[in-house]
């Protein structure tokens, strides 16, 4: 009997917590681009009952991406995708944020789209970061949701940007804008694609900000933000759960902002002053 398969792309906390409500009685593949956070990510999942195999796979290469798409297809029929995979601002260049983070998922949905099992669904993970972006033109919304994945980068306004946040904020937006675009050949299918725009999530990293040098700026947008407080990757996970599941089939090419109110505060509440820095 074919089995259903549950394909996650990085295998970090939130990736984790999504797969965890969705991956009971399916076949789990842990796909990273580092081995050892896959192959970690696989101990936890496996000791907690769940079926896993682990993968190499780069979220910004298309090859690595029809590589993995034939590993998912040998184990049985893509049920779900999650892409929990990405890098930040923080951790890389400009050119390697637009690779993984715009041009990669473009690339990833495109090439699910076209094997993704009747009633299955995906989501991926966006940011607030992408929220912060002021209005773009219509055209460029356009480009950016339907243009060829091979000319994304080429776009005039996409060569332009020099700095990582914008790289990142860009990236984030192109994401929910293909997820609109790629929801009708997703629908095609019988399938759901979403994405979902995370605030601050602890995750390793971001604990170690919050007890790092810029610790005290962290704290205090926690403090002013509606919720007071950051998110958890369980939170993020309830949400996907419900996107994915049963209950969630009319819910396609939706974005989901879930950050306490932060997103809401920084524009027209006690967190305008950020802007500054943004
Ligand atoms: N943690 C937050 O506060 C937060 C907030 C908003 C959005 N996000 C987004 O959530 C996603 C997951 O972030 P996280 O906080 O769980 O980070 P994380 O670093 O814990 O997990 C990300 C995983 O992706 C993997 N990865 C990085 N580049 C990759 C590539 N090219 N191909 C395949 N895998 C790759 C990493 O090895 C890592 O295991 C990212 O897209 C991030 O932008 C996180």
């Not at 842990?30 to 682990?54: M, Y």
């Not at 949701?145 to 996409?158: M, Q, R």
Request: hydrophobic residues 40%; charged residues 20%.
């Amino acid at each position: 009997m074919q089995k259903n398969v549950v394909v996650l792309l990085g295998t970090g906390s939130i990736g984790q917590a999504i797969a965890r409500r969705v991956g009971a009685g399916k076949h789990i593949v842990l796909a990273d681009l580092k081995q050892e956070n896959a192959e970690r990510a696989a101990k936890i999942l496996e000791d907690a009952g769940f079926e896993t195999s682990t993968i190499v796979a780069d979220l910004g290469s298309k090859e690595s991406i029809l590589k993995l798409i034939d590993a998912a297809q040998k184990i049985g029929t893509v049920k779900n995708l999650i892409n929990a995979a990405g890098v930040s601002p923080s951790q890389a260049s400009v050119q390697d944020i637009l690779r993984v983070d715009l041009y990669g998922t473009a690339v990833l949905l495109e090439e699910f789209g076209k094997i993704i099992a009747e009633g299955g669904s995906g989501v991926v993970i966006s940011s607030q970061s992408g929220h912060r972006l002021g209005a773009l033109s219509e055209e460029q919304n356009e480009q950016l949701a339907t243009s060829p994945t091979d000319e994304l980068l080429s776009l005039p306004f996409i060569k332009a940007i020099t700095d990582t946040l914008k790289a990142y904020q860009y990236s984030k937006r192109c994401n929910v804008l293909r997820v609109m675009y790629e929801a009708s050949r997703w629908g095609k299918r019988g399938a759901t694609i979403n994405s979902i725009s995370p605030g601050i999530i602890i995750t390793p990293l971001a604990n170690d900000e919050l007890h790092g040098p810029r610790a005290e700026g962290y704290l205090k947008m926690l403090r002013l933000c509606p919720a007071g407080r950051a998110g958890t990757p369980d939170e993020v996970g309830d949400l996907a759960e419900f996107l994915m599941s049963s209950r969630g089939r009319w819910i396609s090419g939706s974005d989901f902002l879930i950050d306490g109110g932060t997103t809401a505060s920084y524009w027209y509440g006690d967190l305008q002053y950020l802007k500054a820095t943004h």
